[in-house]
Each structure stands twice: as C-alpha cells, then as structure tokens.
C-alpha cells in the first residue's frame, strides 16, 4: 500500500490544455475543427475573419492557431506577420491550414511566420498529434 501511494504523489501532472485559436472564414470548417479540437480538452476560441483573429489573439493570448490562408480583406500570411511582430503572441505555434500546398505557398508561410503547413482536409489524428507534443514543450 505504501508503495501505491508513493507513486500517486510522484505522479506527472497532467500537461495543461493548450489555448487554440481557431480561424477561417469557412464557418462550418472552423466550427467542426474547433469541436474536435475541444473534444481533446483543450479552450478554443473561434473566428471567421483575418481582423478578429488578431483582435482575438491579443486577449486571448493563444497557445496554437490553426489559419486558413485564403480570407478576404485581411488573409493569413496578414494575420501571421501581425501575430509575429505582436509581443504579446509572437510566441505561439502558428499553423497555416489551406487548400493551397505548392512548394511557393508553403515558402510564402514559411516567410510569412508560420510554424508548420498542413493541407486540407486536415488529418484530425496527426493534428491531435502535434497538439500531444505542444502540450509537452517547456515554452509554455
């Protein structure tokens, strides 16, 4: 019984829930990512457009976001180089996710600030994935 309990106090916590933002202007898109992404445990915030993602980033101070590329006014390399030069979010993952995949698209993200480029439809298990290995990096 000892034994038992000394390996209860000596127990990882569990890593805390990441804060994602999740943005693209396809509503029905954006909503089913962010269930998913909720059904994992972690906070989701949501938005439709370029202008209140980076509202939104500022308070909400993400963790991860996942952009589409392809917005009107304000697209996603916008938003990136915005988050990038904000103090308060340079810091975060930043995934650009499109339907766009060309060497010349992912070098724009690359320049642009983006962490990684994944290609629609997104592979729900190997974004829960990388969510496993962000919820273990020390930089949180």
């Known amino acids: 019984m000892l034994d038992c309990e000394a390996r209860q ?4 916590p569990a890593p805390a829930p990441l804060k994602v933002l999740v943005v693209d202007d396809n509503q029905a898109s954006a909503l089913t990512l962010s269930w ?19 509202d939104t980033a500022r308070s909400f101070h993400p963790d991860v976001v996942l952009l589409d590329l392809g917005m009107p006014e304000i697209d996603g390399l916008s938003v990136a ?7 308060s979010t340079r810091r975060c993952k930043i995934i650009a996710q499109t339907g766009w995949g060309d060497s010349a698209r992912r070098r724009e993200t690359a320049e642009a600030g983006f962490d990684l480029h994944l290609v629609k439809p997104i592979d729900f298990n190997v974004l829960q994935e990388m ?10």
């Open 9 to 12: 106090r000596t127990a990882t």
């Open 36 to 54: 998913a992404i909720e059904s994992w445990g972690d906070i989701v915030r949501t938005c439709f457009d370029g202008l209140s993602a980076i």
């Open 81 to 87: 180089r915005a988050l990038r030069i904000d103090p």
């Open 131 to 140: 969510f496993e290995l962000f919820r273990l990096m020390p930089s949180r």
